[in-house]
Every structure is written in structure tokens, then in C-alpha cells.
């Protein structure tokens, strides 16, 4: 069985407020607010439990405010394996509106060389062969911008997989380096800040996801919001759809992505199987506060929906 591991080195605690509608200079009254401890390998985890599967997460807390992710990991059964650091994790505000979200990221925890290596080699040592590693999310103060690209040529020597989810110099770094990820999941613009340039169509979108294939990623998700997402192998490229959902809250829908992936990968799906599943996971989170997934059969339900289009092909 695949050990799945997610590394959140920026951690959060989402602090989601929600309005009707976003009046720039204007005083709002809110109807409701809710926090989450989150992060994007923290959201993939709590995704992932939901699914039913076993997952161990890493990375970095303030010991300040620990326990409301302590809370999370309890309650989902995910095996803590983070490191505590004096201080406290930041807490992000999202501003939930008019069926969008505005973000408003504060600053993170300031990492000593020492923890950077203390988190670096406590994830290889989670790894071997048999591990697919999450690695998501920006670099807290303190971490090196080419830390994924390190980490990602370590695992991979380990015979460890890699998803990375991340932007940009972060992502750039990793993609520069002499071993890419196995999997990467950027949008458009992450995408596009890597090229250095326009990708308006999706036909430059597959080309640049094609390059990379050519330098050793396997697999190239790109998520395109409402749009759904492209998902890209050396010998297929599918458009997924989202099926036309309520929403009540778009925070870590492209972390639910992830973690579908991750399942299809777990379960050596193909690519189409693949796509329905990652696509489903991230419609049935828009339904729901939170990093959180309904109930199994919902979800499956939802994989039955998702329109796949083949490039070439007509819908389907």
C-alpha cells in the first residue's frame, strides 16, 4: 500500500468571513465566520481521511496555537508528524463573496537554518519507495527558495514520488532542477510565471506542460478555476469539466484536486479515471466549508458527472 505523506511548511488558520457582497470602502456585516486550520498539505490530509485513506502530515507549527490543528489530526485520525517551533502559526482571511473568495495572507513564522534542516531531513525520513509525497504551498521566512527542488531530488533518490503544488520561485527552482517532481498541479498563472509568459489558449498551455513532461514530469494538471482543469501525460491530454454546482465556499478546492489525485494514484487509476476523481473531489469541496469531502458515494456520484473531453474529440 502507498504511504502518503504531505509537508505544509507555511501553515494557516483560515479565518473564513462571510459576506453577501464585497464593497470596496465600505462597512460590511457579516453573516457568519469559521475557522480552519489549514495550509495546503493540511487540506490535502484532511481530504484524504475523509476518502478513507491513511495519511501522515508534516511540517511546521507554532507552538502558540497548535492545538486547533491537533484538534483536525485527532478527529480525521492523520498521523501528526509535525515539528513545533516557538511562536504561532499565522492565521489568513478570507473573505468569502458574491460566490468568490478574497484572500488576505498574513506573514508566517520565521525558520532558523537549524529547523529547515530538521524538517528537511524528517520528511526524507518518512520516505522510501513505496511513498508519494504532497509537497505544497509557499516558504515561510527563513527556508531557501530551491528547498522543494532539494527535497524533490532527495525523495526522488529515495524512490519516493512527489506532487508539488506551489508557485512561484519556489515552483520555478524546483523546475529548473536536474529532477523534476513526479506530478505538478499549477494554474494558469503559476504556469504562466514559470514560461515567463502569456498562455491564453490551451493549446500553449499542453505545450508548455509538454516540455516539462520531456524533462521527467509525469504528469502536468493544470487547474483552470470554473473552466476545470487539463491534465497532461507524455502520450494523453484531457480536459476535465466541472459539473455546475452551489457553491458555498472555493477555499481549498484545488487542495481537494490534489488530494484526488493523489487516491488515483494510490490506485494506479489511468488518466481518465484520474481526472474524474481529482475533478470530484474538488466540486464536492466547493459544497462544503472547510478542507473537508461528503460522504464517499456522493463523491463517487460526482466522478459520474464530470465531462471529459479528449483533445480532439468532441464532448463526452
Known amino acids: 500500500m502507498t504511504r502518503i505523506v504531505t509537508l505544509t511548511l507555511n501553515p494557516a488558520i483560515d479565518e473564513?468571513?462571510?459576506?453577501?457582497r464585497l464593497r470596496p470602502g465600505h462597512v460590511h456585516r457579516a453573516s457568519g465566520v469559521a475557522f480552519h486550520p489549514g495550509g495546503k498539505g493540511v487540506n490535502v490530509a484532511s481530504c484524504l481521511a475523509d476518502w478513507g485513506l491513511p495519511v501522515i502530515a508534516t511540517g511546521i507549527l507554532g507552538r502558540g496555537n497548535a492545538g486547533t490543528f491537533e484538534a483536525l489530526f485527532t478527529s480525521k485520525h492523520i498521523t501528526d508528524a509535525f515539528l513545533?517551533?516557538?511562536?504561532?502559526?499565522?492565521?489568513?482571511?478570507?473573505?468569502?463573496?458574491?460566490?468568490?473568495?478574497?484572500?488576505?495572507?498574513?506573514?508566517?513564522?520565521?525558520?532558523s537554518?537549524?529547523?529547515?534542516?530538521?524538517?528537511?531531513?524528517?520528511?526524507?525520513?518518512?520516505?522510501?519507495?513505496?511513498?508519494?509525497?504532497?509537497?505544497?504551498?509557499?516558504?515561510?521566512?527563513?527556508?531557501?527558495e530551491n528547498f522543494?527542488?532539494?527535497?524533490?531530488?532527495a525523495l526522488r533518490e529515495r524512490g519516493a514520488r512527489t506532487l508539488l503544488d506551489t508557485s512561484g520561485i519556489p515552483l520555478?527552482?524546483?523546475?529548473?532542477?536536474?529532477?523534476?517532481?513526479?506530478?505538478?498541479?499549477?494554474?494558469?498563472?503559476?504556469?504562466?510565471f514559470y514560461v515567463g509568459g502569456t498562455l491564453n489558449s490551451d493549446e500553449s498551455l499542453i505545450?508548455?506542460?509538454?516540455?516539462?513532461i520531456t524533462r521527467?514530469?509525469?504528469?502536468?494538471?493544470?487547474?483552470?478555476?470554473a473552466e476545470g482543469a487539463l491534465f497532461v501525460t507524455a502520450?494523453?491530454?484531457?480536459?476535465?469539466?466541472l459539473p455546475a454546482l452551489r457553491v458555498t465556499s472555493t477555499v481549498g478546492a484545488g487542495d481537494a484536486m490534489v488530494a484526488g489525485i493523489v487516491a488515483a494514484l494510490c490506485e494506479n487509476a489511468g488518466l481518465e479515471a484520474t481526472a474524474r476523481l481529482a475533478t470530484a473531489f474538488a466540486t464536492a469541496k466547493l459544497q462544503h466549508a472547510g478542507a473537508n469531502l461528503p460522504a464517499r458515494q456522493n463523491v463517487e456520484k460526482l466522478c459520474a458527472q464530470v465531462q471529459i473531453i479528449k483533445q480532439g474529440e468532441s464532448r463526452q
Not at 524546483?174 to 504556469?191: D, F, V
Not at 502520450?235 to 469539466?241: C, F, G, H, P
Open 148 to 153: 522543494y527542488a532539494g527535497l524533490t531530488m
Open 172 to 192: 520555478t527552482r524546483a523546475l529548473q532542477a536536474a529532477q523534476l517532481p513526479y506530478c505538478i498541479k499549477p494554474n494558469r498563472s503559476e504556469l504562466e
Open 235 to 241: 502520450s494523453e491530454v484531457l480536459r476535465a469539466a
Open 113 to 144: 537554518p537549524e529547523e529547515s534542516t530538521r524538517i528537511f531531513e524528517q520528511t526524507l525520513a518518512l520516505a522510501d519507495e513505496n511513498t508519494l509525497v504532497v509537497l505544497g504551498g509557499s516558504l515561510p521566512a527563513g527556508i531557501a
Open 216 to 225: 521527467g514530469v509525469s504528469l502536468v494538471v493544470i487547474s483552470l478555476g
Open 207 to 212: 505545450d508548455a506542460a509538454r516540455q516539462l
Open 84 to 111: 513545533r517551533v516557538a511562536g504561532e502559526t499565522r492565521t489568513n482571511i478570507k473573505l468569502s463573496h458574491d460566490g468568490e473568495t478574497t484572500d488576505i495572507n498574513l506573514p508566517g513564522l520565521r525558520i
Open 16 to 20: 473564513t468571513v462571510l459576506l453577501e
